[in-house]
């Protein structure tokens, strides 16, 4: 009764205020406005030139990415084969003997001796393994970012907007390691072994260590209060944005209300999951990723291979176009930001939001699972998006659209997802169908792992209760159909914000607290060596 009353109060003005124009059209003027708002909030630039301003967060990204790693040693590349051990379960027995040696310091008990038996591992510090955790936080990078954001990437800045893509996921690895490991050594247990973390907590945590309490308060609530927001924009009105637009798209609707209907049939779906909390989560999520991911890779290789001759051409221009001052793609610092940009939102390392997924992991040492989480940006963004990036670039061979301005083909204006099927079209005649049942699916987990991340950030605010999280949920379900009614400039503007001013808060946090990774690192490489 209380969800039915609370889904009719945020709905009735728009139901009321619908009979003249289509629910599509009212609630994305609605969106618009908010859109509009916090974009220029949050997404302040820094001007170098008339023509070329850089988003200040972007900035702070990166310099904050190419720091962690030369400190670290370039762990991002020199630690990949370790990371698939760990994922593969090759060091569990460390992970089981150290949970529950936690466990027996915690009781006062000596924590030497062997192992007390699974059930009580099962039932100590933690909830998920490695890989139940990587599932979940790549569910939540992999996603309509790789679709249709690189396709929006490759139209704005060009193929050399692929380049600077790469090198901000390799970079996004070490901030993925640093974040995530603080994330597990800074987390809450509660009463009942539900596990509470994320930037909020080493925020608070870490800050209240260096004597520095008030000031990691307020960048705790800062990071919630964006974290909820995030969860609304790129983890879900986005997501249902670009899903609900192909399904449109593939199926020739046009009544006006179609992106509505389409929003409401996924939020009743994210709705019937997200009820079972993080272990419904990730048994979802565990096996829709892996398999989607599967299927879009093949697709991309497919298409790949089918365009062979063309690869060394398409690789010239990547690097031509990184370094290229042409007009037509905004110079080299608008390819640059573009690439940046485009990546920050895809895997969103340094954004704070997969720490929350990877706190949930039953380990006692931290480090174990930054070094799995490094994988996410390398699974997103260096395979994933470079393999989207050459299907466009490969379908652009003949000059299907212009780079650098709004895609206009055959008179009609193409968005993001619907460009990249139109580019996998151009070899699979039927696979738009098969790209349309992924899109689903990853909007799908992408915001089912953002509900979670969200659900964090607002009990951290408001208080661990059933009413508090029943309250989020019915508004993360709104905003479903809130995304897949709008159109993609507004919801994309949300969302960029949204994530990208999360970065601000958790990369302060990072800058101060680094050395502490350091100490978890040699701490956990002691032990399985």
């Not at 379900?477 to 958790?506: Q, T």
Request: aromatic share 12%; proline share 3%; hydrophobic share 50%.
């Amino acid at each position: 009764m209380r969800l039915k009353l609370l889904v009719t109060v945020f709905l009735f003005p728009t139901l009321v205020s619908a009979k003249d124009k289509g629910l599509d059209e009212k609630i994305n003027e609605m969106f618009r406005p908010i859109s509009d708002f916090f974009t220029d909030v949050v997404l302040f630039t820094i001007n170098f030139s008339p023509d070329h301003k850089i988003p200040f967060i972007v900035i702070l990204l990166v310099v904050g990415a190419t720091f962690f790693t030369f400190y670290f040693s370039f762990v991002n590349i020199k630690k990949i084969p370790l990371a698939i051990k760990i994922v593969r379960g090759k060091y569990d027995e460390a992970d089981k003997q150290s949970v529950l040696e936690g466990v027996k310091e915690a009781k006062g008990l000596p924590v030497d001796g062997d192992l007390t038996g699974r059930g009580e591992y099962e039932s100590s510090i933690g909830e998920v393994s490695h890989f139940q955790a990587l599932a979940t936080a790549v569910s939540g990078t992999v996603g309509l970012g790789n679709i249709a954001g690189v396709a929006l990437a490759i139209a704005i800045g060009g193929p050399g907007a692929t380049f600077w893509m790469i090198i901000c996921g390799l970079l996004g690895m070490t901030t993925k390691f640093v974040e995530c490991t603080l994330g597990v050594k800074y987390r809450d247990i509660g009463k009942d072994g539900t596990v509470y973390g994320g930037p909020m907590y080493y925020l608070m945590k870490g800050f209240r260590e260096k004597k520095k309490n008030r000031i990691g308060k307020t960048l705790a609530v800062i990071f919630a209060f964006l974290c909820i927001g995030a969860s609304f924009g790129g983890g879900n009105a986005a997501q249902s944005n670009q899903a609900s637009l192909q399904l449109v798209n593939m199926l020739g609707l046009s009544d006006g209300n179609s992106g509505t209907i389409v929003g409401i049939i996924m939020a009743i779906v994210v709705g019937a999951v997200i009820i079972g909390g993080i272990k419904r989560i990730v048994s979802v999520t565990e096996k829709i990723v892996p398999f989607m991911a599967v299927i879009y890779v093949l697709a991309c290789l497919t298409i790949i291979f089918f365009n062979f001759s063309y690869i060394d051409d398409v690789i010239v221009l990547i690097f031509r176009g990184a370094f290229s001052s042409e007009a037509t793609t905004g110079g080299f610092l608008g390819v640059l930001v573009t690439g940046f940009r485009r990546a920050a939102f895809s895997n969103e390392a340094g954004a704070g939001s997969s720490p929350i997924a990877h706190s949930a992991v039953k380990t006692n040492y931290a480090a174990s699972e930054g070094l799995v989480a490094l994988l996410e940006p390398f699974i997103d963004t260096v395979v994933i998006c470079t393999m989207t990036a050459f299907v466009i670039i490969m379908y652009n061979s003949n000059g299907v659209f212009e780079y650098g301005q709004e895609v206009i083909i055959d008179g009609v204006p193409i968005e993001g997802s619907v460009l990249t099927s139109m580019a996998f079209e151009s070899v699979i005649p039927w696979f738009p169908y098969v790209l349309t049942i992924a899109i689903i699916f990853f909007a799908v987990s992408t915001m089912i792992s953002w509900s979670y991340y969200g659900i964090q950030a607002w009990v951290f605010l408001f208080g661990r209760s059933k009413v508090s999280e029943t309250i989020y949920k019915v508004i993360f379900l709104v905003f479903i159909v809130i995304g897949a009614a709008s159109n993609m400039e507004s919801v994309w503007g949300f969302s960029d914000a949204m994530i990208l001013g999360l970065v601000f808060p958790n990369m302060i946090g990072l800058l101060l607290l680094y050395p502490k990774v350091k100490e978890e690192l040699n701490r956990y490489l002691k032990r399985i060596a």
